[in-house]
């Protein structure tokens, strides 16, 4: 079971506001098939406040046809819609069920295959949720999060237990629903960002394949900082600039010095500005940090001999290994020092952004993204043997069935390199050579779009 941490704000309903609060109730076993946490949660900010008592738990098994689902009580929180990140669409789906519609707001993401959302929502399902729980009862799923709230703080063991057992009832049906569609069915879509990537990725040529992430985003913030809206901004704040300090100048001493100043400070601020534009803009939905993203990936894809896979189908074929967060990008191809070919994966672990509706976060705290070696052994006792040797500092595996991923985190995205993913798959490699030859993993050689980590999804 994937580590769930209710202080991280890995849904919308788990936004605190300044002045909101989390107090743990329990943890770990919540109820037969569920672990994860019991809490009493605040929202509070301004003269806005809402109590609720919420229950977060994971899910894994259905990342890959429903990344974000929210289904909230109208009359808790009439209707209010979560943020919504700029390349991102929250769309709202209708049951045929007039209660239901008349209790729920039920939205997706844009992209969702609205056949398994109506899968998902059995007659058994919804009939369940118009008639069995209690007032207020609403659920988020987020990457790999399940979130249940109820209003109020409950102090009540019996009414705590209860929530607990809808909460595990609820994760029960999910997981059942995700486990009978096909391995390519269902799978979320992203063709649509996709166009916009392959639109923006043109702006900017590299005759070599960018080094890092930075470099490849640093090209593109230039190619912004040239964009008509980001000088006309730069120049506006240099009019401002000038005004600040070149009047008061001029008044104190005489207007020659006060015509020097203004023009230094005319120029700070048009160059500051323009930095700090440029690093905002858009080219249609596509920010710039997106884009140096793609093109680091693609152009260590390229210069590697690897190819890239659809992210969401690696999470339907794997939907039962443990990772430390969502696929970002699936490059397939042969593993350094091992005889066979495997998966080289980047993970995004940054929920809170889709919650915030921010692409990109910074911390220290804690490592919001992952690369990994996917690779497929003979048996899965050589896979476990794997797992409990000796590995290299910083190194982790994680073992379902014959499949190993070999992973290492990373503070954030774009803090990824091509020597860091060249010495990950080298140290994987040396670890796969160790074992028996096996059969290659199988690999899709489609080309799908990748969510923000710590850029986003």
Same mark, same amino acid.
């Given at each position: 079971?994937?580590? +769930?941490?209710?202080?991280?704000?890995?849904? #919308? &309903? !788990?936004?605190?506001?300044?002045?909101?609060? *989390?107090?743990?109730? $329990?943890?770990?076993?919540?109820?037969?098939?569920?672990?994860?946490?019991?809490?009493?949660?605040?929202?509070?900010?301004?003269?806005?406040?809402?109590?609720?008592?919420?229950?977060?738990?994971? +899910?894994?098994?259905?990342?890959?046809?429903? #990344? &974000? !689902?929210?289904?909230?009580?109208?009359?808790? *929180?009439?209707?209010? $819609?979560?943020?919504?990140?700029?390349?991102?669409?929250?769309?709202?789906?209708?049951?045929?069920?007039?209660?239901?519609?008349?209790?729920?707001?039920?939205?997706?993401?844009?992209?969702?295959?609205?056949?398994?959302?109506?899968?998902?929502?059995?007659?058994?399902?919804?009939?369940?949720?118009?008639?069995?729980?209690?007032?207020?009862?609403?659920?988020?799923?987020?990457?790999?999060f399940l979130l249940v709230a109820v209003p109020g703080h409950r102090q009540d063991a019996a009414e705590l237990d209860e929530l607990c057992a809808l909460a595990a009832e609820l994760a029960r049906r999910i997981r059942a629903e995700a486990a009978e569609e096909g391995e390519g069915t269902g799978l979320f879509d992203e063709s649509e960002k996709l166009a916009e990537i392959e639109a923006g990725l043109a702006k900017v040529h590299f005759e070599q394949p960018p080094a890092s992430a930075g470099i490849a985003v640093e090209a593109f913030r230039e190619r912004a900082r040239r964009q008509p809206s980001v000088v006309l901004r730069a120049l506006l704040w240099g009019i401002v600039g000038l005004g600040l300090l070149g009047v008061p100048v001029a008044l104190l001493t005489n207007p020659f010095f006060g015509l020097i100043a203004g023009g230094v400070a005319a120029y700070l601020a048009f160059w500051?500005?323009?930095?700090?534009?440029?690093?905002?803009?858009?080219?249609?939905?596509?920010?710039?940090?997106?884009?140096?993203?793609?093109?680091?990936?693609?152009?260590?894809?390229?210069?590697?001999?690897?190819r890239e896979e659809n992210r969401w189908r690696f999470h339907s074929r794997h939907r039962s290994l443990q990772l430390p967060g969502t696929a970002a990008h699936v490059l397939a191809g042969p593993i350094p020092a091992a005889d066979r070919d495997g998966l080289f994966v980047t993970l995004g672990d940054a929920a809170e952004l889709r919650s915030q509706g921010v692409e990109v976060a910074y911390t220290t705290d804690r490592p919001l993204a992952a690369i990994a070696v996917v690779a497929e052994l003979a048996d899965p006792e050589q896979a476990r043997q794997l797992a409990a040797g000796e590995l290299p500092e910083g190194l982790r595996v994680e073992v379902d069935d014959a499949t190993v991923a070999i992973w290492r985190p990373v503070l954030g995205s774009l803090l990824f390199t091509a020597k860091g993913f060249d010495e990950l798959r080298a140290?994987?490699?040396?670890?796969?050579?160790?074992?028996?030859?096996?059969?290659?993993l199988r690999t899709e050689g489609s080309r799908a779009a990748p969510g923000g980590a710590s850029s986003p999804p």
């Open positions: 079971m994937a580590s +769930v941490d209710a202080n991280r704000e890995v849904t #919308p &309903a !788990l936004l605190r506001g300044r002045d909101g609060s *989390l107090a743990v109730l $329990r943890e770990g076993e919540l109820a037969p098939g569920l672990e994860g946490q019991l809490c009493q949660h605040v929202f509070a900010d301004g003269g806005e406040r809402r109590d609720s008592t919420v229950v977060l738990t994971a +899910v894994p098994e259905g990342v890959a046809f429903a #990344p &974000a !689902l929210v289904c909230r009580d109208r009359e808790e *929180l009439g209707g209010e $819609r979560p943020a919504q990140l700029p390349s991102e669409r929250w769309q709202e789906t209708e049951l045929e069920s007039a209660e239901f519609n008349r209790r729920y707001l039920l939205l997706s993401l844009a992209g969702q295959d609205p056949l398994y959302v109506r899968e998902l929502f059995t007659p058994a399902t919804i009939a369940w949720l118009a008639a069995e729980v209690p007032a207020g009862f609403s659920f988020e799923l987020n990457e790999r500051v500005a323009s930095i700090m534009t440029a690093a905002r803009y858009r080219w249609g939905r596509i920010s710039v940090s997106r884009l140096g993203l793609e093109a680091f990936m693609r152009g260590y894809a390229d210069s590697r001999g690897l140290e994987a490699g040396r670890l796969l050579a160790g074992v028996e030859p096996a059969r290659n």
